[in-house]
Antibody, heavy 116, light 112 residues
Framework: VQLVESGGGLVQPGGSLRLSCAGSGFTLRISWMAWVRQAPGKGLEWVAN????????DYVDSVKGRFIVSRDNAKNSLYLQMNNLRAEDTALYYCVRGSIGAYDIWGQGTMVTVSS | DIVMTQTPLSSPVTLGQPASISCRSSQSLADRDGNTYLSWLHQRPGQPPRLLIYMISHRFSGVPDRFSGSGAGTDFTLQISRVEAEDVGVYYCMQGTQFPITFGPGTKVDIK
């Protein structure tokens, strides 16, 4: 059972990145999925959630209108399209599975650095 | 938004001794479905967080029974009955009752 993120990197302010997350060992298509981030040396911050069928999403206020979470259940994959990136978006982004109101599977994370 | 607070923020502990962390929410975490979605996570240095406790007191698969959770409404506690060396790191409480999902600031546990 694992989640593997990819797509992080260094991007200039105002730029875009698309994060991907591949799930294996469990049935991703019936799972609530989310992205959680952690700025260097800081705590955890929930970013976005998506229902199993993808028809409902939620976002933290600071990313609304800039980030889009999506999924492709046929590919066991989750995505986070990040646009108009800001320095404060710099963080390690974790892909997580939601279950019974908690996050029970965490990936290793992919680092996003927003800097000129 | 529901604000989560934790005390203490730092906890030096003695191996083999108990430890306790408190978590408080700014409003009740009891959901309309009757469940309370308060969980605890542990993060070791350089590692992703891992789930310890969900729904206040349910230990996640593989979590040692020295970890226990309790509480209701707005006040919750994580207890470690006898601290082991592998228990160092940061502990977070998290509420999953209402969006936005929110975490406590974390409690750093290290060995005296």
């Amino acid at each position: 059972v694992q989640l593997v993120e990819s797509g992080g990197g260094l991007v200039q302010p105002g730029g875009s990145l698309r994060l991907s997350c591949a799930g294996s060992g469990f049935t991703l298509r019936i799972s609530w999925m989310a992205w959680v981030r952690q700025a260097p040396g800081k705590g955890l911050e929930w970013v976005a959630n998506i229902k199993p069928d993808g028809d409902e999403t939620d976002y933290v206020d600071s990313v609304k209108g800039r980030f889009i979470v999506s999924r492709d259940n046929a590919k066991n994959s989750l995505y986070l399209q990040m646009n108009n990136l800001r320095a404060e978006d710099t963080a390690l982004y974790y892909c997580v599975r939601g279950s019974i109101g908690a996050y029970d599977i965490w990936g290793q994370g992919t680092m996003v650095t927003v800097s000129s | 938004d529901i604000v989560m607070t934790q005390t203490p923020l730092s906890s030096p502990v003695t191996l083999g001794q108990p430890a306790s962390i408190s978590c408080r929410s700014s409003q009740s975490l009891a959901d309309r479905d009757g469940n309370t979605y308060l969980s605890w996570l542990h993060q070791r240095p350089g590692q992703p967080p891992r789930l310890l406790i969900y729904m206040i007191s349910h230990r996640f698969s593989g979590v040692p029974d020295r970890f226990s959770g309790s509480g209701a409404g707005t006040d919750f506690t994580l207890q470690i009955s006898r601290v082991e060396a592998e228990d160092v790191g940061v502990y977070y409480c998290m509420q999953g009752t209402q969006f936005p999902i929110t975490f406590g600031p974390g409690t750093k546990v290290d060995i005296k």
